[in-house]
């Protein structure tokens, strides 16, 4: 084990993010979705133009604000500049904070419901940031969540308002409503049959752009995509949760028959594909964490068609997470052997998938 995991706050948190245990149809191409709300108090310079000392004392600001909250027990008050980097990476890989929030340097912190459903960001870009990540296409639902702490935080605290802006936010694209929201996306079917380039210009047209695996600026591995509303500044948040709806209702019925035109017109490939990725995992000796994002993208592919049994889309989400580079350094007994990393990757999947077959 890593020498601060004994006694790291992070472990009055869930391992894996309740989110990512949902292993129904409806989770099989909208992996989740999530909506964030942006708040900036009033009166207080934005986090980026404060000092040292001002930030410290919005922290604690905060701090007791959440402890009023009626599900405050419920949670975990984390100040980054206490934490690890290996803990700082560990929530970074939860979906719990940003990378931007990661990289500042000034005092800022997260409240982390237990089960990591549900984050406040304190002093990100804005002062708080309210994020909730709920299963499947559910963006009612994720907004709705947002709903009570958000009226427990409006209640005692005075956020910054405009008459005809709306909420103001550090970005000005952000202004009015000041809500975001994506959608995490399996696409292999798209993929393969070369359709993303054709909803990368659908969304664009309806207001959406899209994301690597970690979000903004990052890399696009395993086939998973987030799509992210493009800040439009508007008042009304129902209409930005139903244009994601909508738009991922879309995605849903591109992907399948997407997924119907590679059953017939190639089913060869398609087969292989789907074997041959059952096959490394069941006889891997070492393990990049980009190519095992791959080989899950076509076994989460081939549970979803009907090609493999024995496993669960919920088994292969937990294998996600735990084979991350921050768990493996997090739970590692043998950093003095090269390659660790890769090895026990391979190790953890050999046990697993050893039990599953191709019945293509």
């Known amino acids: 084990m890593h020498p601060t995991a004994a006694n790291s706050p992070l472990n009055l948190l869930s391992e894996y993010p309740a989110w990512s245990k949902a292993g129904g149809d409806e989770s099989a191409v909208i992996l989740s979705t999530r909506v964030r709300i942006a708040r900036n108090l009033a009166g207080e310079h934005f986090p980026y133009r404060m000092n040292q000392e001002d930030r410290i004392r919005v922290m604690r600001g905060m701090a007791r604000v959440i402890s009023t909250l009626n599900d405050s027990d419920q949670g975990v008050f984390l100040s980054l500049a206490a ?53 499947g296409l559910a963006p009612q639902k994720a907004y709705g969540n947002l709903q009570p702490v958000l009226a427990e935080l409006s209640s005692q605290l005075q956020f910054s308002t405009h008459e005809s802006l709306g909420f103001l936010t550090a970005c000005p694209a952000n202004l009015g409503a000041a809500v975001r929201t994506s959608l995490f996306c399996h696409l292999p079917g798209l993929t393969l049959t070369g359709g993303m380039e054709s909803l990368v210009s659908h969304a ?68 292989d594909k789907i074997a041959r990725a059952l096959a490394i995992l069941q006889a891997c000796r070492a393990l990049s964490g980009a190519e095992t994002l791959s080989l899950f993208s076509a076994i989460r592919l081939g549970l979803d068609i009907g090609f493999i049994e024995g496993l669960s889309r919920e088994t292969i989400s937990m294998l996600t997470f735990e084979l991350g580079k921050a768990h493996l350094v997090w739970t590692a007994t043998d950093e003095g052997i090269p390659d660790h990393r890769r090895i026990r990757r391979a190790d953890r999947c050999r046990e697993v998938f050893g039990k599953a077959r191709f019945v293509g």
């Open 204 to 271: 664009a047209d309806a207001g959406f752009t899209l994301r690597g695996f970690w979000g903004e600026g990052s890399d696009f591995l395993g086939n998973t995509f987030q799509l992210t509303d493009v800040p439009s500044l508007s008042h009304q948040p129902s209409e930005m949760l139903t244009r994601i709806e909508s738009l991922g209702q879309e995605v849903i019925e591109r992907e399948a028959l997407a997924r119907i035109a590679l059953q017939t017109e190639r089913p060869a490939l398609l087969r």
């Open 83 to 135: 934490l690890a980097l290996v803990e700082i990476s560990l929530l970074i890989e939860r979906r719990t904070i940003s990378p931007q929030l990661a990289r500042d340097e000034k005092p800022r912190g997260v409240f982390a419901w237990r089960n990591l459903d549900r984050t406040m960001l304190i002093c990100e870009e804005d002062h708080v940031r309210l994020t909730d990540i709920v299963p």
